[in-house]
């Protein structure tokens, strides 16, 4: 797939010179932009190469502004690039927005680039040599240490050519491959076409989406389809993670969205009612050497930041495992808190910048954004080496309480980002499983069934006479707030596993026989030696002959009754539940002969 290319470097280091003279597009669009000669906003341009046995590789670049006041419009720009075309100007060297710049490539995972000297027309050779040494210098311990760093001029057009070559190679294996999850496209310009109508644009983070499609934008919630689409100046019909995306949406005004908006599709309708007013996302922390203008200073925990995340971003403050505070150049687990929510993923990257003294100070990884409040545990629980691992078989008992039995499973595949379709695949090597709706802990439930079962048994011991005891009696015998759907889950593995048996409104283990014992004993013996065989029935005022207390017989006769020993025709009238069944065996004779 074609990579994303974005530029980077000092405010008047050439870039988006550079951008032109490689494509013929000006990406300075804004009237104001070419009046002052500098970038303010995001441009957009396209580079055509050739690679191997293709007719052409369509390359799309975000050339992003490099003054310090509008780094936030670099932010959104750099978030979706596979490949960074860094500017240095060879008269100027490095200066405070190159080292900016670099720092925020770095930390939103961009690995591969090619470091452009530029301005070679206004320099020496001595002096480009002496900037490509500095380049060389400041990257030598980033992931793009092995980087090339060329020269070229926009003026003579030296170096050109060569850097379209370079281009090409690098980019030919450069591209993401097409991911299967949730798609999310940020959106960083909205705007109408007539005879079309809304147009929204952005880089694919993640996922797919094709014309027909149904969509929704974020935070607002509206409910769109897809009419149709473009990716790098050519129609397609569908796009995916990794491309440039022009939407055209039915349903909304272009005034409707704006950059810092996200196009996503129904899978993730979800997230708008798990987040409410604010985000808590466990993450690794990666800092800077963040020095202001007096001096280095560390970032104490509970620090007010502002979070960027895609083309978004919000005021945050942060939160250290195990530190009251970070030094420059170190590297922590914590916890964010967004005071409103973004759309963040597990895995996303994310840059944090001090608004006070506008410096970028670091950014990070998100691990786990907890989009249930109740699986969120104490940050002293949090296994963090697991959480940046992946590790699934360690993730899932933190976000299990020690008295859940389930979670929702649509809320654990948002915040463990897999789709729906795949949660059970992720589960199949550990002690989870997923079911309906729901995701079981395995060893919860066999913990839960054993339990369930010594009550049971506690029970009968205790009440010998009763068929069973309501599931009502054995949640609060759990001593926890059990949810019906939970504890029908557990009685249900164990009538299928039989071990327990259903008895209209009660359970009672399968063995079960219910049995007076102790006193009731002699009584049942009398009351079985007075009543009568045969169809003639025996009263009350009968049974009361016998010397027990009136309140224990009626307690026997209905626990006899229960069991079907006895039956009760009619207050105070009983006959032996044998005679019952032969009396319908008789009917049933009678009418199969005499036909009435």
């Known amino acids: 797939m074609p990579c994303i290319i974005g530029t980077a470097g000092h405010i008047d280091h050439g870039k988006t010179a550079l951008v032109k003279v490689l494509t013929g597009i000006d990406t300075d669009r804004l009237e104001e932009e070419k009046k002052r000669g500098v970038s303010i906003d995001l441009g957009f341009a396209y580079l055509d190469i050739k690679s191997g046995d293709k007719e052409k590789l369509r390359l799309a670049i975000v050339d992003v502004p490099g003054h310090e006041r509008f780094i936030k419009n670099m932010l959104a720009g750099v978030s979706g690039i596979d490949m960074v075309l860094f500017c240095v100007a060879a008269d100027d060297g490095v200066m405070p927005q190159t080292i900016e710049h670099l720092d925020i490539v770095r930390l939103l995972g961009v690995k591969r680039g090619i470091f452009v000297v530029t301005k070679k027309d206004l320099a020496t050779s001595k002096r480009s040599e002496e900037v490509k040494k500095a380049v060389h210098s400041l990257i030598s311990n980033t992931a793009l240490k092995d980087a090339p760093v060329v020269s070229a001029s926009t003026v003579t057009g030296e170096g050109i050519e060569e850097l379209k070559v370079l281009i090409g190679s690098i980019c030919t294996g450069a591209g993401r491959d097409v991911d299967n999850k949730y798609f999310r496209l940020p959106v960083d310009r909205s705007f109408t076409v007539k005879g079309f109508g809304t147009v929204l644009t952005g ?50 005004s272009y005034t409707e969205a704006a950059r810092g908006f996200t196009l996503t599709r129904p ?97 990070g990884t998100a691990l786990m954004p907890y989009f249930s409040r109740r699986m969120m545990p104490g940050m002293a629980n949090v296994p963090y080496g697991s959480f940046e691992k992946g590790d699934v078989g360690e993730i899932l008992p933190v976000l299990f309480r020690k008295t859940d039995l389930t979670v929702d499973r649509a809320t654990l595949s948002l915040m463990l980002n897999v789709r729906d379709k795949d949660l059970p695949g992720l589960l199949a ?75 209209g409104p009660v359970v009672s283990s399968v063995s079960h026989r219910p049995a007076s014992g102790g006193v009731d004993a002699k009584i049942e013996e009398g009351i079985k030696k007075a009543v009568r065989e045969g169809f003639n029935p025996t009263t009350m005022s009968e049974l009361e002959k016998l010397p027990f207390k009136r309140r224990d017989l009626e307690r026997v006769l209905n626990y006899l009754n229960r069991r079907g020993i006895l039956i009760k025709l009619t207050e105070g009238v009983y006959i032996p539940g044998e005679r019952l069944e032969e009396a319908r065996k008789k009917l049933e004779d009678h009418l199969r002969d005499k036909g009435k």
């Open 203 to 252: 880089t694919v983070a993640s996922g797919t989406v094709s014309v027909g499609d149904e969509v929704f934008l974020f935070p607002g919630g509206e409910k769109l389809r897809v009419r149709g689409l473009e990716s790098h100046h050519e129609k397609a019909e569908r796009i995916s993670a990794g491309q440039r995306g022009a939407v055209n949406v039915t349903g909304l």
């Open 429 to 503: 090597r550990t002690d989870y499983e997923v079911e309906a709706k729901e995701v079981v802990s395995l060893e919860r439930l066999r913990g839960l069934k054993k339990k369930v079962m010594e009550i049971i048994e506690i029970y009968h011991v205790k009440h010998p006479g009763d068929l069973g005891i309501a599931e009502e009696t054995i949640a609060g015998e759990l001593g926890i707030r059990f949810n019906p759907p939970a504890l029908k889950k557990v009685m249900d593995e164990l009538v299928r596993d039989g071990l327990a048996a259903r008895k």
């Open 267 to 363: 899978d993730l309708w979800r997230y708008i009612g798990a987040v409410k007013g604010s985000l808590r996302v466990d993450c690794v922390f990666e800092f800077t050497g963040f020095a202001d203008p007096k001096g280095t200073r560390s970032i104490k925990r509970g620090s007010g930041l502002k979070f960027h995340h895609l083309t978004s971003d919000c005021l945050a403050s942060i939160q250290f495992a195990d530190r009251k505070e970070a030094q420059p150049g170190e590297r922590l687990y914590g916890r964010v808190y967004l005071k409103r929510p973004l759309l963040i993923l597990r895995g996303d990257r994310f840059i944090l910048r001090d608004h006070s003294t506008q410096r970028t100070v670091g950014g």
